[in-house]
């Protein structure tokens, strides 16, 4: 028998985290990891504009390429919306997304990241030849700190789908 009940220990369970259907680094605990497989061939990238609308509240599109300042000036009238401006600059960004396997949640997730030392940490670890062959490596992604002073760290790990049961969970997720 448990020795707290299941009510209590509901209540001081930490938070499913990265679980559903995508895996963002800012949904890193704090001084938390997060260890995933890159299953997809390749990234989707594209650039991330963040508007501010009239009537309240932000959202974000992605294009494919750097939007020019009509197509911006076009989705600011479809949205009734501005640009958004971060210390004095539009917050139009580099971003990228792929399919993982996120050991954690035992499932496929879509990657998104925008920040931008992330992105290059994992375009120079993917570069590196002793890592060409994705498949027989992991990825943890790490976080340390909060809002301005948050920095991320990638590591390669060997795979852990040299284990035939996690292989199979991955291909079959």
Same mark, same amino acid.
Request: glycine share 6%; with cysteine; aromatic share 10%.
């Given at each position: 028998?448990?020795?707290?009940?299941?009510?209590?220990?509901?209540?001081?369970?930490?938070?499913?985290?990265?679980?559903?259907?995508?895996?963002?680094?800012?949904?890193?605990?704090?001084?938390?990891?997060?260890?995933?497989?890159?299953?997809?061939?390749?990234?989707?990238?594209?650039?991330?504009?963040?508007?501010?609308?009239?009537?309240?509240?932000?959202?974000?599109?992605?294009?494919?390429?750097?939007?020019?300042?009509?197509?911006?000036?076009?989705?600011?009238?479809?949205?009734?919306?501005?640009? /958004?401006? @971060?210390? =004095?600059?539009?917050?139009?960004?580099?971003?990228?997304?792929?399919?993982?396997?996120?050991?954690? #949640?035992? %499932?496929?997730?879509?990657?998104?990241?925008?920040?931008?030392?992330?992105?290059?940490?994992?375009?120079?670890?993917?570069?590196?030849?002793?890592?060409?062959?994705?498949?027989?490596?992991?990825?943890? /992604?790490? @976080?340390? =700190?909060?809002?301005?002073?948050?920095?991320?760290?990638?590591?390669?790990?060997?795979?852990?789908? #040299?284990? %035939?049961?996690?292989?199979?969970?991955?291909?079959?997720?």
């Amino acid at each position: 028998m448990a020795f707290f009940t299941e009510e209590f220990a509901a209540s001081i369970a930490p938070k499913e985290r990265n679980s559903g259907a995508y895996l963002n680094p800012s949904s890193i605990d704090d001084n938390g990891s997060v260890r995933f497989c890159i299953v997809s061939e390749s990234p989707i990238t594209g650039i991330e504009v963040w508007f501010t609308k009239a009537a309240g509240g932000v959202t974000k599109r992605i294009f494919r390429e750097q939007p020019t300042p009509s197509q911006l000036q076009a989705v600011c009238e479809l949205l009734g919306a501005e640009v /958004l401006e @971060r210390d =004095g600059r539009p917050a139009i960004k580099p971003c990228v997304a792929f399919f993982v396997y996120n050991y954690e #949640a035992a %499932a496929i997730q879509c990657f998104s990241a925008n920040q931008k030392t992330l992105m290059q940490d994992i375009e120079r670890l993917t570069s590196l030849e002793d890592y060409e062959n994705l498949g027989q490596w992991d990825m943890r /992604l790490s @976080r340390r =700190g909060k809002g301005v002073d948050t920095k991320y760290t990638v590591d390669m790990l060997p795979s852990k789908r #040299a284990n %035939a049961d996690v292989a199979k969970k991955v291909f079959t997720a």
